[in-house]
């Protein structure tokens, strides 16, 4: 329970630092409107040349655009930020703060920055999520439900382990900021199934920038494309980054010098 107390606290001092600066909410609806326009844009023009994409067809791809803007909306919110103050703290010197406390350097650094006008981003992906779905004529059962839930939560634990162990770089290179800035373009792809891109793409947004994890997958569950193999591999591929994560902060955290050193 104190963990979820936690999370209500850097939530709530999220929140009132966001609310000092409230026309980020009015550039966060138009940077999130100028992104969807563009994602149907994009759409748009293709079905005109094309009745499917990949195999997929357009009311499905907007089922994908719907988990985009919904995972994006998730690594807006809290773990781009967090890993951001993390990798300042680290060059500045005041992660010390931080180390002192009782509870999980980790958990806090993955949760003490918080930019809640990103939940806009994440009420947009609902929102096409539901029109997707009544386009498409699909009533979900629980348990296409539940393979949705759990690819989702699986693809943000591997999109949250691979920032983890980017940003715990700056243990040891200081800067890295260069190493996100390339991680969210890679993103931009999930915008699309990673099936229509070459092989060797396929493998670096699968295994080397976890988009397929992301997008790809959860959005197979809602389109009815998802196979009990597919939700196993990204419950076995996030086991496995938790893990190999949380070993990589450890041995950052020993390379760590502070301001105190």
Known sequence: MRYFKLIRLYFRIGVLNELEYRANFFVQIFQTVLGLLTALGGLAVIFEHTGDL??????????????YFLV??????????????LMM??????????????????????IRQVEMWKLVD???????????????????????????????????????SFWLMLATLVFWFVRVDNI?????????AGRWPVTIYPGWMQVMLTFLVPVAFAVT??????VGRLTLQTLLGALGVAALMLFVSRRFWRIGIRHYSGASA
């Open 54 to 67: 990949g195999g997929w067809r357009s009311d499905e791809l907007l089922a994908l655009v719907g988990v």
């Open 180 to 188: 996100l800035v390339i991680f969210q373009t890679m993103y931009e």
């Open 217 to 222: 997958v959860p959005s197979q569950a809602v």
């Open 89 to 110: 703290d680290v060059r500045t010197g005041t992660l010390d703060f931080m180390l002192t406390k009782p509870e999980d350097a980790q958990f806090i650094a993955s």
């Open 122 to 160: 994440i009420a947009l992906g609902v929102g096409l999520l539901v029109v997707a779905l009544a386009r498409l004529g699909r009533v979900m059962d629980v348990a296409q439900v539940l393979g949705f839930g759990v690819a989702l939560l699986a693809g943000a634990a591997i999109v949250y």
């Open 72 to 85: 994006g909306g998730l690594i807006g919110f809290v773990i781009q930020p967090s890993m951001q103050r």
